[in-house]
């Protein structure tokens, strides 16, 4: 389709031409004849110049004044139609200006809140509908769309169907996270927290399946890991062990992030991200250790100097502190399977001859941002299920129907649940997950 306004990321393919941009004023400058704007469209930033003389010389002395007039008063974030001649320019880092011909205000704006100083978080969170105008916001935007279109390239590379779960529940996926429960006409029914027991009925039904969508958890936690409400692409699949299901995770993340590469690099580019580490994790090969063996070496190393960790006992689940720590030290996306059972989930299935410890993996990414990936291979007996059921306090009768995928031809599965915003800020190195999202939710925040 072609289109009546080129966007800015587009006019390199325009060089010499003249074009129309639709777009905002995100800064302006400039001195006596010359006015120098910083336009913004959503898919980049770049500059467009207006000359006094060119103006004057086009549309006579009168009307070329009013119209260079008006270039100069123009305020942050008025929209316009900018008409310009495409110029290569070395000297900028986009590579490209706009020799500007004309120019029409289409909306004005006054006073806008966010200006080029510094503001603090609490601020620029209240005016995040705002905030997302801002270079390394879109920036997050344009790696979090990359991902999104990676992964839906990777599973149906890899033969496995959209699937898509429900969000109200009548039980709980995770009985190791907190529920949103909410009034369903008279019943209580609980925002999902996870696809994956409705994802392993989509996996008996039609093989390898996946979902990507909002999931919820009532976290108290305030850090900056956490979301209340956020996006998990679960997969499933039949007939694999748990082993096979980490040599998937792992092309899927490497897939992820040649993705963004790809597709973003002038994002990647504008949060200045060390590309060089990016591309370390493509060419080796995960790590991968033991629960058991990560405590000995987070014992082993409690009292070296960059050892910012309490003490762990076996038999506890991992802090941040922990989780970064042993990320650096291997300083590669890295493993840590079989954890105990104890604080995993229910569906769990145990290690063969060691029923204190689960056939799972969570993924923890490098440079200290977490956790990006949990995952497992299932319980597939009927009767060890109902009773790890029973164990952790849950209600048999609100899982007879996730019970029953193991009475009609229960097979060996595994699956996975990647975080998105999680992986946002890995790839995009950023360290606080609210950029990650396009309005974050979290314990004190559902505005706007
Ligand atoms: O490890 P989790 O809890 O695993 C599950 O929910 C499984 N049912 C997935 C499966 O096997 N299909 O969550 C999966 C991922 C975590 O590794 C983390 O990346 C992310 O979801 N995550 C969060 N992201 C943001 N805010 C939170 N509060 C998160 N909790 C988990
Ligand atoms: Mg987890």
Redesign the pocket.
Known sequence: MSKKYISIIDVKDHVGQEITIGAWVANKSGKGKIAFLQLRDGTAFFQAVAFKPNFIEKFGEEEGLAKFDTIKKLSQETSVLVKGIVKEDERSKFGYELDVTDLEVIGESTDYPITPKEHGTDFLMDHRHLWLRSRKQMAMMQIRNALIYASYEFFDQNGFIKFDSPILSGNA??N??ELFETDYFGNPAFLS?????Y?EAGAMALGRVFDFGP?F?A?K?KTR????E?W?M???YPFVTHDESLDLQEAYVKALIQGVLDRAPQALDILERNTDLLKTYLEQPFKRVSYDEAIDLLQEHENDEDADYEHIERGEDFGSPHETWISNYFGLPTFIVNYPASFK?F?MKPVPGNEDRVLCA??LAPEGY???????ERETDYDKLLEKIKENGLDPKDYDWYLQLRQYGSVPH??????????VTFVAGTKH?REAIPFPRMLHRIKP
């Not at 890991?225 to 209340?228: A, E, G, M, P, S």
């Open positions: 996926a995770e190791t996270t927290q996870s696809g994956q027991l994802l999931v958890r976290e936690s890991r956490h979301l209340t956020f998990m679960d997969a499933e989930a569906y969570d993924l977490g956790e990006i990936i949990g995952g497992s595994a699956g996975f649940g990647l975080g998105l915003e999680r992986m997950i």
